[in-house]
């Protein structure tokens, strides 16, 4: 079947980039393994998540949630494809990141992103996109690699990978409540996923340390949850394996959800 090449155009920042796309619909989704969920099935799946931060008054442990096979997930990844058809909807202004726990037995029921768009007025734009949780000592073929941090986002993602407190109301609540997630402008996907020839898109979990309002002991700082984007590239002489292209990557934590 032959290809196409689509360049598309995003008015801002003003960014082409060029993909190749099967002449059907129907082929393009054989090939590409979009992960699509229904709209019950992101409701479903982010409202267990809420029930488990409100459990016990906050005060329940959520580890259970971040480990798989006894490794830390440090990452929820998306293929390249993912955000392509993501950051192509009609209208789109903001991508909205939601947490969730999937679906499984007790060991697969793992946290979890969705990502969908939506527009100025807040209508939803795209499909529900569901990520693949990580960590890298799974060893997992195809997924990033961690580097050492030498700047503000691994700085905060390392202190995810150190982190060994997984309490609802220590490490995922704001001034605002507790997190479902966080929303992006649609300009920094486009930025992490296609500023340069990457292969897919890290969202890397990780934690900012701040004092919280009316805080006056210097030595209780409080860290929250938040989340990194970083593209991904090839590594060097292996055709299967990915590694995170900026070890800083591109972060905004001014939008939590909620109230937004």
């Not at 795209?126 to 691994?154: K, R, V």
């Not at 990780?206 to 209780?220: G, I, K, M, S």
Request: hydrophobic fraction near 35%; charge should be negative; charged fraction near 20%.
């Amino acid at each position: 079947m032959p290809l196409h090449s689509v360049k598309i155009k995003f008015g801002y920042p003003e960014i082409f980039f060029t993909h190749k796309l099967y002449n059907m619909s129907h082929e393009l989704a054989q090939t590409l393994p979009i992960p699509l969920i229904s709209k019950d099935d992101y409701e479903r799946i982010t409202s267990q998540w809420i029930t488990q931060l409100n459990q016990d008054d906050g005060n329940s442990k959520l580890d259970k949630f971040f480990f798989k096979d006894g490794s830390k997930l440090t990452a929820v990844r998306f293929d390249l494809d993912t955000i392509l058809y993501l950051v192509s909807s009609e209208g789109t202004t903001t991508i909205k990141a939601r947490f969730c726990i999937q679906d499984g037995d007790d060991d697969e029921r793992l946290f979890n992103v969705v990502l969908y768009g939506v527009d100025a007025n807040g209508i939803t734009t795209s499909a529900y996109f569901l990520g693949t949780p990580y960590s890298p000592d799974l060893e997992t073929p195809g997924l990033p690699q961690c580097q050492i941090p030498s700047s503000l986002g691994n700085i905060w993602i390392q202190n995810w990978v150190d982190n060994d407190v997984f309490v609802a109301k220590e490490r995922f609540k704001t001034i605002y409540g507790y997190l479902q997630g966080y929303n992006f402008e649609l300009s920094d996907f486009i930025d992490s996923a296609f500023s340069a020839d990457y292969v897919g898109l890290s969202v890397t979990l990780a934690l900012h340390e701040l004092f919280r309002p009316y805080e006056t002991d210097p030595y209780a700082p409080t860290f929250t949850f938040n989340l990194v984007l970083q593209g991904l590239i090839k590594e060097d002489g292996d055709g299967t394996s990915e590694k995170v292209a900026d070890a800083d990557g591109l972060y905004d934590i001014s939008a939590p959800s909620p109230p937004y």
